[in-house]
């Protein structure tokens, strides 16, 4: 269900930091630096450059090999700080280890992995509560769902959409029918795209306030943005985030720079003010 489920091989928006600033509080260190005082489950420490708000990317054994990095381009280009979370990093979910953020993110998942699968490996890790990630996005934070972390958003999982995530390829008419990496075209705020695919969720929502960006040839909802408490969430079955060579792993043809610029879109409506 991935880039989302498999792993893998191997310029700014203008005037987003200011809606950033705008909607969030803190930030802290990027995930390159390693602190004496990081301990599981404590806050970042406050960041030096407020103008690089902090996304929390999740890295461990319910995302594939590649998928967190992929976020971590695409947030960096939109002047992020990343620090990776996780049970081998030095951020590990409890109390606390949201403090400061503006985005928490939830990469694909790898190859064979179903939804259920990976919602269980999430839950056994040391500290973890789903509550951390809803308590958080209630209050005010952003959760940013990339394929199989557009599944999680729904049941099995945080249960933040207004609705639920469901495998696009077994709906009527979907233009994918199997599991392989393929481009799909989507609608794009009215615009036809292809964008990176591997067997990613639809998304059944029906909120006031829901922003839906993109949708399936069949009118599944491919990417949508939505209010859950007072925060936001975004969600997106295909891969905005995908980087060059995923395209050239698997033969297709190379949109990458057209995917960020969707990913661009995601993260700015993501982040503006409630």
Not at 30 to 57: I, K, N
Not at 146 to 154: E, R, S, V
Not at 201 to 227: K, Q
């Amino acid at each position: 269900m991935t880039r989302g489920r498999r792993p893998v091989r191997g310029a700014a928006v203008l005037g987003l930091a200011a809606v950033l600033l705008a909607a969030t509080a803190g930030c802290g260190p990027s995930a390159s630096q390693s602190r004496p005082e990081d301990t599981a489950g404590a806050a970042a420490p406050a960041a030096v450059d407020p103008s690089h708000p902090l996304a929390v990317v999740y890295r461990g054994p319910a995302a594939c090999d590649g998928c967190p990095e992929a976020a971590q381009d695409l947030l960096e280009r939109n002047h992020f700080t990343v620090r990776f979370i996780g049970p081998d990093e030095p951020l590990h979910f409890g109390p606390g280890a949201l403090a400061g953020a503006a985005l928490y993110v939830q990469p694909g998942g790898t190859n064979g992995q179903e939804v259920t699968t990976a919602w269980n490996l999430l839950r056994h890790e040391s500290g973890f509560r789903p509550e951390l990630v809803r308590d958080y996005v209630r209050g005010g934070g952003r959760y940013l769902g990339l394929c199989m972390g557009g599944y999680l958003a729904g049941n099995p999982g945080y249960d933040l959409l207004p609705g639920d995530s469901g495998e696009y390829i077994k709906t009527d008419g979907a233009s994918v029918t199997d599991e392989q990496d393929h481009l799909v075209p989507v609608t794009w705020r009215g615009q036809p795209q292809p964008m990176y695919f591997q067997d990613g969720p639809y998304f059944d929502v029906d909120a006031p306030g829901a922003d839906v960006l993109a949708r399936y040839t069949n009118d599944r909802i491919a990417a949508v943005v939505a209010p859950y408490g007072t925060g936001r969430v975004a969600v997106s079955g295909p891969h905005p985030e995908a980087p060059a060579d995923w395209y050239a792993g698997y033969h297709l043809t190379d949109v990458s720079q057209t995917g960020l610029s969707l990913g661009d879109d995601l993260l700015r409506t993501l982040m503006q003010a409630s």
